[in-house]
């Protein structure tokens, strides 16, 4: 009876045994990772589980814990950190992410599901103590990929944390099947192979979804896209420009793009030494000789125009010509005679550059820069108003109609021009152009010029809605406080003046200007002893105008 009793036992414990091996997949665990994202400064934004789907980094895992990061990584099964590199693609709905991890060559990615489940299937969602599930049946999205609805709604629901969005689900021999969502009454998993879908374009910087992270955005496989989307990130962190130039020379080694992205970022850090040998690499593998050496020639140039300091002796006005001229030679482009014109510029030659610049304008490069460019040039050779304006004019000119903001800038030259020569009015048509073309909100600097020359041309009201939006672009500039005081002052605003240049006595208690203006409002107001002392003030801080005004009011 004992002998039976323990047989009994011992297959009791056999079929136990048996059902809990039965229980989980073949390599439960294979290729699980905990992804954990973060804002700047390290404040934890999201947490969930992803996994590994090959040797080259590449993670699923749900996109929710990216939005609003700036930064993640993944925790392996041995408790090492690995670096979220790259976003492939991602997509709000499924909650599903694809992306890159550093350092995953000793990892074991896990296996990928050949054949697709089918209710009622038992299928397994994997965390650190994995679940096994019933496959209730599934939807087909795309016409291609399966959403697969999960059973077992009370043990997920019920415990959120253990079982996190972007848990791999996997079928019994631990293969793949999708990714789980237990978002909404609904608990699922996408598709896997939905992955495919989420491939980097030359858009991808712009996408709504990927634009809620700053971490990196892969680029494209293909060329075109790739320069897109390169482009796209210069207006990205630094350092992410820079992985992304890196990225591109290792896809397209032999084109010139990412060569010149990275020496142009590395130069402006101070690291012209880096940027030099990556133009000279440039040089040596590009196909295309000519646009290397052009690219040479223009970082150069604009390092050495742009940020003398610190100075890299190698880097010269006259190598970067000797830069352009082997670009000529191989190919004379215009593009590359505008080029010579700069440098010369530059170089104070501004005779050859104009002559370089008008010569231009008959190629086939004609454009509005090339006038622009030779409007300076006869600025610093002191010639007459008249030609430097006709040159300015044929820059406008040669804007294509309707006008977009690419001629912005040369509204505003043209602009100066007139104010320059006292055609005020044409001044503020030509500035009102320009702020309206512009993409940007124009600086307070700006409004407080246009400002000025409408004071000149007596359009008052003009002058004070354009001080009134410098004040509110930089309202701690008492400058621009004092000039509102003046505005009002000009106007018969005597209460609007004071008021105006207390505030800029306020930010400033030793500028001259405010207290002379709030002196005459006061006398204007018949405050004289209040308004005298004031322009006594003004006086001995130094205004000259102040004593005139005394002797009048006494």
């Given at each position: 009876?004992?002998?039976?009793?323990?047989?009994?036992?011992?297959?009791?414990?056999?079929?136990?045994?048996?059902?809990?091996?039965?229980?989980?997949?073949?390599?439960?665990?294979?290729?699980?990772?905990?992804?954990?994202?973060?804002?700047?400064?390290?404040k934890p934004v999201g947490t969930a589980y992803g996994v590994l789907i090959d040797r080259n980094g590449t993670v699923l895992s749900s996109w929710s814990p990216f939005n609003g990061a700036d930064s993640a990584v993944v925790v392996d099964g041995a408790g090492r950190s690995h670096s979220v590199e790259k976003i492939y693609g991602a997509n709000e709905l499924y909650d599903f992410a694809k992306f890159s991890i550093a350092g995953a060559s000793s990892l074991t990615p896990i296996a990928l599901a050949k054949s697709l489940p089918a209710a009622p299937a038992k299928l397994w969602v994997i965390t650190k103590k994995p679940l096994a599930v019933n496959l209730s049946r599934s939807e087909k999205f795309m016409t291609k990929y399966n959403y697969y609805v999960l059973g077992n709604k009370t043990e997920l629901m019920n415990?959120?944390?253990?079982?996190?969005?972007?848990?791999?689900?996997?079928?019994?021999?631990?293969?793949?099947?999708?990714?789980?969502?237990?978002?909404?009454?609904?608990?699922?998993?996408?598709?896997?192979?939905?992955?495919?879908?989420?491939?980097?374009?030359?858009?991808?910087?712009?996408?709504?979804t990927l634009r809620q992270t700053t971490i990196r955005k892969a680029l494209p496989n293909d060329l075109k896209g790739a320069q897109l989307a390169l482009m796209l990130a210069a207006d990205g962190p630094t350092a992410d420009y820079i992985a992304a130039a890196k990225d591109f020379i290792g896809m397209f080694p032999s084109e010139t793009d990412g060569y010149s992205a990275l020496a142009g970022a590395l130069w402006r850090q101070g690291?012209?030494?880096?940027?030099?040998?990556?133009?000279?690499?440039?040089?040596?593998?590009?196909?295309?000789?000519?646009?290397?050496?052009?690219?040479?020639?223009?970082?150069?140039?604009?390092?050495?125009?742009?940020?003398?300091?610190?100075?890299?002796?190698?880097?010269?006005?006259?190598?970067?010509?000797?830069?352009?001229?082997?670009?000529?030679?191989?190919?004379?482009?215009?593009?590359?005679?505008?080029?010579?014109?700069?440098?010369?510029?530059?170089?104070?030659?501004?005779?050859?550059?104009?002559?370089?610049?008008?010569?231009?304008?008959?190629?086939?490069?004609?454009n509005a820069?090339?006038?622009?460019?030779?409007?300076?040039?006869?600025?610093?050779?002191?010639?007459?108003?008249?030609?430097?304006?006709?040159?300015?004019?044929?820059?406008?000119?040669?804007?294509?109609?309707?006008?977009?903001?690419?001629?912005?800038?040369?509204?505003?030259?043209?602009?100066?021009q007139y104010g320059k020569m006292g055609k005020y009015r044409d001044a503020m048509l030509d500035m009102y152009r320009y702020e309206m073309l512009s993409t940007t909100m124009p600086t307070a600097a700006f409004y407080y010029e246009r400002e000025q020359v409408e004071i000149k041309g007596r359009i008052y009201q003009g002058a004070?809605?354009?001080?009134?939006?410098?004040?509110?672009?930089?309202?701690?500039?008492?400058?621009?406080?004092?000039?509102?005081?003046?505005?009002?002052?000009?106007?018969?605003?005597?209460?609007?003046?004071?008021?105006?240049?207390?505030?800029?006595?306020?930010?400033?208690?030793?500028?001259?200007?405010?207290?002379?203006?709030?002196?005459?409002?006061?006398?204007?107001?018949?405050?004289?002893?209040?308004?005298?002392?004031?322009?006594?003030?003004?006086?001995?801080?130094g205004d000259t105008?102040?004593?005139?005004?005394?002797?009048?009011?006494?």
């Open positions: 009876m004992k002998d039976i009793r323990k047989f009994y036992i011992i297959m009791a414990l056999l079929l136990v045994s048996c059902f809990t091996a039965g229980a989980q997949p073949k390599s439960a665990t294979q290729g699980l990772l905990t992804l954990k994202t973060y804002k700047r400064g390290g415990d959120k944390l253990a079982y996190p969005n972007g848990s791999p689900v996997v079928n019994e021999k631990g293969e793949l099947v999708g990714v789980y969502n237990n978002g909404g009454s609904t608990l699922s998993a996408t598709d896997y192979r939905y992955a495919d879908e989420l491939i980097p374009s030359g858009l991808s910087m712009n996408s709504p690291k012209t030494a880096e940027a030099d040998k990556v133009l000279q690499d440039c040089v040596a593998k590009a196909k295309d000789k000519a646009t290397a050496h052009y690219n040479y020639a223009r970082e150069m140039w604009q390092k050495t125009a742009m940020m003398p300091e610190p100075p890299y002796p190698a880097w010269t006005y006259d190598k970067a010509m000797q830069e352009v001229d082997a670009a000529y030679k191989i190919n004379p482009l215009p593009i590359y005679d505008e080029m010579r014109g700069k440098i010369d510029y530059s170089k104070g030659n501004y005779d050859e550059a104009y002559k370089k610049f008008m010569s231009l304008t008959t190629s086939s490069i004609r820069d090339l006038f622009y460019e030779a409007a300076q040039c006869r600025q610093q050779m002191k010639a007459s108003d008249e030609e430097v304006l006709a040159l300015l004019d044929s820059a406008v000119c040669a804007c294509d109609t309707p006008y977009t903001t690419i001629a912005a800038p040369y509204f505003y030259a043209r602009g100066e004070l809605n354009d001080i009134n939006r410098a004040v509110v672009l930089d309202r701690n500039n008492a400058q621009l406080w004092a000039e509102k005081a003046n505005v009002h002052l000009k106007v018969g605003q005597n209460d609007e003046a004071i008021k105006a240049a207390d505030i800029a006595i306020q930010l400033d208690s030793e500028y001259a200007s405010p207290y002379l203006v709030k002196g005459l409002a006061q006398c204007q107001n018949g405050n004289k002893t209040e308004g005298l002392q004031n322009l006594e003030k003004a006086k001995s801080l105008q102040a004593d005139g005004f005394i002797t009048k009011f006494k």
